[in-house]
């Protein structure tokens, strides 16, 4: 879902790049169809249908058209996203529940569908949902996003463990990038009047495609993207909350003052569907790896890197401390 921009256009060039059949999902069809047309130009089959993610008839559609399309399918990304910046308090209630249609209650019926059929399919299937370093620890200005994330970190859990109990052929993960060079600041409902700088920490996209590729084929609880979020954000969270705060600050949008920004902007995607096919919006410095990200999908490229690292280190100080007695004994 959410296949015509960032992250969902990018996990679909990608995984049709591998040789997946697709069924992308968005609410702009123009746009479905220009992705469609170019992916299938390049011997991937792939097909596609609008449908807002909030409306449980419209997902379960998607779902019957997807096993009518290709006899089935083995994965699906609840990835359709949408946010607000703004204090919470000053956040009218209509877009408060708006946001939680797409990023809660899409997750909600999308997984409920997928599960159905993966109930029913030999082999069974991946759900795989995006959650955010924000549904450990909330972020200023972003809460009401903050809180849906909450929420999605919750139900995946839940729906992992109930998966488990009845030993249905499901596995769930989710997905945790940090902030990521998308579209996500114009297409964010901005109610501040003040333009968004970018965090001090970004990603490449393809990262995250890159981990939801893996979590479709190898059955994994978490993936974080971004060497600052993760299972150590939430240790720290927990053990220290100021840091915690300081490590989300430096890895989300802050506020420019000096600089508007129109709440209406045209790329403001809560209530309408943007023009989209934007996958990346290449800001200055950004990280095209994470060692966070490598160390849990490909464990021992990190250890040898690791390895390696520790070793030039011991060299460096084995060096240092050989010119430190050197000098010492007067030789330079």
């Not at 299938?40 to 998607?62: H, L, N, P």
């Not at 399919?121 to 370093?133: M, T």
């Not at 990603?203 to 890159?210: F, R, S």
């Not at 840091?243 to 989300?252: D, E, G, I, K, S």
Request: proline share 5%.
């Amino acid at each position: 879902t959410g296949a015509t921009s960032g992250i969902g256009l990018s996990v679909a060039r990608a995984a049709a790049a591998q040789g997946a059949s697709l069924v992308l999902v968005a609410r702009n069809e123009a746009a479905l169809k220009a992705v469609c047309e170019t992916l299938a130009a390049k011997g991937a089959a792939c097909a596609y249908m609008v449908a807002d993610v909030g409306v449980k008839e419209q997902v379960d559609a998607v779902a019957a058209f997807a096993a009518a399309e290709f006899g089935g399918f083995d994965t699906w990304v609840n990835n359709a996203g949408v946010s607000i910046i703004g204090s919470v308090c000053d956040t009218p209630v209509a877009d408060q529940r708006r946001l939680f249609d797409t990023n809660y209650w899409g997750v909600v019926y999308g997984s409920l569908a997928a599960v159905a059929h993966f109930r029913t399919r030999e082999g069974g299937g991946a759900v795989i949902n995006l959650g955010s370093p924000l549904g450990d620890v909330s972020a200023p200005m972003q809460g009401v996003y903050s809180a849906s994330k909450h929420a999605v970190k919750a139900f995946s859990a839940a729906l992992r463990l109930e998966a488990a109990a009845q030993r249905w052929p499901v596995s769930v993960t989710l997905i945790k990038p940090q902030a990521v060079d998308t579209p996500y600041a114009a297409h964010a409902l901005n109610l501040t009047g003040a333009a968004l700088k970018a965090p001090a920490q970004i990603y490449a996209t393809p990262l995250v495609a890159d981990a939801i590729l893996y979590a479709a084929a190898h059955p994994v609880r978490e993936l974080s993207v971004g060497d600052a979020g993760g299972p150590l954000l939430s240790l720290v969270a927990a053990l220290c909350p100021w840091l915690a705060r300081r490590m989300v600050a430096a890895t989300t949008p802050s506020l420019n003052r000096k600089q508007a920004a129109k709440a209406d902007a045209p790329e403001a995607n809560l209530h309408h569907p943007a023009r989209d096919l934007s996958e990346r919006t290449f800001y200055a410095g950004v990280h095209e790896t994470s060692l966070v990200s490598t160390a849990q999908m490909r464990p021992k490229t990190a250890l040898t890197a690791l390895a390696l690292l520790a070793g030039l280190g011991v060299g460096a100080a084995v060096r240092l401390g050989l010119r430190s007695r050197a000098e010492a004994a007067g030789e330079f």
